[in-house]
Each structure stands twice: as C-alpha cells, then as structure tokens.
C-alpha cells in the first residue's frame, strides 16, 4: 500500500522544515511507500519557496501546489485530497500540533480495516473559558445537528481511498469539513492523544473566526433553525393572543385604563430583534444556495510541481 499525506500551510515557514524532517523519519522508519503532498494556501512569507526547495530536494515523495490566494484551509484540505494518489491519505497540520509520530499507531489502525481512523486531542493548554465554552457548544449543537460532532476532533485524521472518494463525491461549494467527515460514515475509529503547543508562527484562529464556524457547523448539516424560528414564531403569536385575551378582559372588568408604554416598546424591540434574527437565517440559507448556484472553483492553482494543475471534477 501506498500512503499519502496531505499538508495543508498558510505561513507555515517557521515550522515547515522542522515538520517536513519530523515527518519524513516517522514515515523512513515505518519504511512504507509515501507521498507527502503539500497544499500552500496562498502564504505571504516564504512557504512556497520553501515547498519548492523540499520538492527539488526530495523528488518523488514530496509533491506540492500553490493557491492563487488565500482560500482558507477547507479548500487546501479539498485541493490535497485530489491531488492524492495512495491507498490511505492522512490530513495533518504544518505546525507540529499533529505529532507526526502518530502516524504509525493510525496505520496500525487502519491494516486493521477501518475507514477512518480519527485523532482526537485532548484540551491541554487551552484556555478554560475556550475549553468551556467549547463544551457547550458541542453539547448544544449535537441536539440539532444530523450529523455528529464531536469536540476535539479535527482534520487529523487517516482516510481510506474509499473514504476520500466519497468525501470527493460531495460537490458542496460551503464545506464544513467536521461534518462531512462524519456525514460519509464508513468504519471510524477514534484514539485520543495529548495536544501539543503550536511550535512556531501563530494561530489563524481569531475569536470572530471561531464564531463563525460555530455558526457554519449549525447551518451546514440541516434546515432545523428554520424550523425552530417556525416555532418560536408560533410561540410569541399564542402568547400575544393570550396578552390580547387578558388585556380586554381586564378593561371589561375594570374600565380602560392606558397603561403598558414600556410593555409597548419592550415588545415591538423584541420583536424586531427576533425577525431581524430569523431574517438573518433564512438570508444565511439563501446565501448558500447563491454560493452553490455560482458554481465557482473552491480554489485556483497557481503553481505545481506537476504541469497538470488539479482538476475540479465535472460536474462540481
Ligand atoms: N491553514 C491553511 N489556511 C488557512 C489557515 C490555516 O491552510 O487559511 C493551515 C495552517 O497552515 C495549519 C493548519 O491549517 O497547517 C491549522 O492552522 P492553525 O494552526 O492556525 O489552526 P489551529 O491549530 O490553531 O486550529
Ligand atoms: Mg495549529
């Protein structure tokens, strides 16, 4: 069998030689065929420079391709899994957050026959309020979502070729990667290993990014907001009409009296801040709907070691 690695980089020049090298004995060591295929996500500093140099260097394990511009890593991970050519493809971080090492317990894993084998990190070294936080949201969203989605589990993952074509099957322009994963199902096994500090370069998280992906992994899967915004649409109908009952029982009972200004304006402010929301989703879901219509690439290569830049598929 053959093994592919895919290595998504966006600035990763600090860390890139250290992880290549890291890599690269693990995989000697395990003395199995490999390519490592490295997808550099349009990076201003010198990653590409970098990427052609250990391409040069290490001809024919190590190929590499290179975004027009930042596409984000979604498009990278997508853009690596094309470009792969083994019988198992691993996805893992430049940044040495993914201990290459592992690679072995997950090739263990999968001549044992699963699908996916998953790596799941532990909080360590995360912030208490992050590592909280993101425990209610799993807790909260796992009520909605069709698809399950588990908290510490990322892109680090070994693939089948059965897998990858599957996930390749999905045209989706908007792909959330956590959930499709777990959308092909197939035979998944799950280890868990402790997290390592990022150890050069920084983060591309910021707190605004993690919100929106919170909110991405609530959209993605189903229509359920919708139909939650149905109801508490009901809901606020049946408690006006009630409010309606009870005010004209009280003026039959008592005499109009015109109290309720602030009632008044907590409840038209409510209520504007409620359809504003419910807006908000549905312009979210027709937003997708436009994104899928246009049919544009997910990224565009600008440069490859192969003269062949990867194809969409037909039909994507
Ligand atoms: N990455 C990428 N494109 C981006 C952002 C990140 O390809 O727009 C890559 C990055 O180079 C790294 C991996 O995705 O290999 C994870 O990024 P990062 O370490 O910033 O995320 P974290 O580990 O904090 O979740
Ligand atoms: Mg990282």
Not at 26 to 50: K, Q
Not at 55 to 72: D, E, I, K, P, V
Not at 248 to 265: D, H, N
Request: aromatic share 10%.
């Amino acid at each position: 069998m053959r093994l592919s690695v895919v290595v998504p980089c966006y600035n990763e020049e600090a860390v890139l030689g250290r992880f290549d090298a890291a890599i690269r004995a693990v995989l000697e060591r395990l003395a199995v065929p490999y390519e490592l295929v490295y997808v550099d996500d349009g990076s201003s500093d010198g990653t590409l420079a970098r990427l052609r140099g250990l391409a040069q260097q290490h001809r024919g394990t190590t190929r590499y391709l290179s975004f027009s511009r930042n596409f984000g890593k979604e498009p990278a991970i997508l853009a690596g899994l094309r470009a792969a050519t083994g019988d198992a493809v691993i996805i893992m971080d430049a940044d040495l957050q993914h201990p290459p090492p592992l690679v072995e317990k997950m090739l263990d894993l999968y001549q044992l026959g699963h699908d996916q084998v998953v790596a799941r990190r532990s909080r360590d070294g995360d912030r208490r309020l992050r590592t909280a936080l993101s425990r209610l949201y799993y807790r909260a969203v796992n009520n909605w979502v069709e698809v399950e989605l588990a908290d510490g589990v990322g892109d680090f993952r070994l693939l089948s070729r059965k897998a990858v074509d599957a996930l390749l099957s999905l045209p989706e322009y908007n792909r959330f990667s956590k959930g499709l994963f777990s959308w092909i199902g197939f035979d998944t096994i799950t280890f868990d290993y402790r997290n390592a500090a990022r150890e050069a370069g920084e983060t591309k998280w910021r707190l605004g990014s993690l919100v929106n992906y919170g909110i991405d992994g609530m959209l993605s899967f189903n229509c359920r907001p919708l139909r939650a915004a149905i109801y508490a649409g009901l809901g606020l109908a049946s408690l006006a009409a009630l409010y309606t009952l009870w005010i004209i029982g009280a003026a039959v009972a008592g005499g109009v009296t015109a109290p309720g200004y602030v009632t008044l304006v907590a409840i038209i402010v409510g209520l504007g801040g409620l359809q504003m929301v419910m807006l908000g989703l549905i312009g979210e879901y027709i937003g997708r709907i436009y994104y899928e219509a246009k049919r544009r690439p997910h990224f565009l290569v600008k440069e490859s070691d192969s003269a062949a830049p990867v194809p969409e598929p037909a039909g994507a």
